[in-house]
């Protein structure tokens, strides 16, 4: 299957400050990547899904402000948690999809494990 | 919003018996895909169905498409150590668009 990549795997930062998290499609072209959370022991819960070269479609309830996507090429996305606080801790999945990749299936990334101190 | 009715939630078997688990839904499906994650690790996908009724296989894995086109089913036949994880099953629905709906997960554990 296609490969996705993620970075940082864990990262763990103060409170207030920002992270970014990439997401790669290494073998193929990405036109759509999806941003999802998932807290313990629960399943996926999508945040936003990122066009290459549009904004970013967020989930309701999701604070565009607070979570910053930006997919400026075909194999790369990044998520950033801006003024982060503990209650952003989480596993954070990125997966992709489009050109290359079946279109009607996603391809998960590793995961960033985000602890905010 | 839509939701996936996965079940069973865990499952607790012993190592050679066969697995089973399935999703339902009250929306027709266009798309169902059977992912296994792993502790620490993003989502894997494990077949794909894109046709009501299609029956696929992945090794000791089969999944099919139900007819109706709101539900799904996979099979684990004779059950490894290693097949331990939590199991997703997601789908696509028109209304949707291309996003994907995810079920609560089945977790399996086997003991050998």
């Known amino acids: 299957g296609a490969v996705v990549s993620q970075h940082p795997s864990r990262v763990i930062c103060k409170s207030g400050t920002s992270v970014k998290i990439e997401c790669r499609s290494l073998d193929f072209q990405a036109t759509t990547m999806f941003w999802y959370r998932q807290f313990p022991k629960q399943s996926l819960m999508l945040m936003a899904t990122?066009?290459?070269?549009?904004?970013?479609?967020?989930e309701q309830g999701v604070e565009k402000d607070k979570f910053l996507i930006n997919h400026a090429s075909l194999t790369l996305s990044t998520l950033t948690v801006t003024s982060a606080h503990p209650e952003d801790s989480s596993f954070y999945i990125c997966?992709?999809?489009?050109?290359?990749?079946?279109?009607?299936?996603?391809?998960f990334g590793p995961g960033t494990r985000l602890t905010v101190l | 919003g839509q939701q996936l009715n996965q079940s069973p939630q865990s499952m607790f078997i012993q190592e050679g018996e066969d697995v089973s688990m399935n999703c339902t839904s009250s929306s027709i499906f266009n798309t169902w895909l059977w992912y296994k994650q792993e502790p620490g690790e993003g989502p894997v996908l494990l077949i794909a169905l894109y046709k009501a009724g299609e029956l696929t296989s992945n090794g000791r894995l089969t999944a099919q498409f139900g007819i109706t086109r709101k539900d799904s089913f996979l099979n684990i036949s004779a059950s490894i150590p290693s097949d331990v994880g939590i199991y997703f099953c997601a789908g696509r629905f028109m209304e949707y668009g291309n996003k994907l709906v995810f079920g609560a997960g089945t977790i399996l554990r086997v003991k050998s």
């Open positions: 997966s992709a999809g489009g050109a290359g990749a079946a279109t009607d299936t996603q391809y």
């Open positions: 990122s066009n290459e070269g549009s904004k970013a479609t967020y």
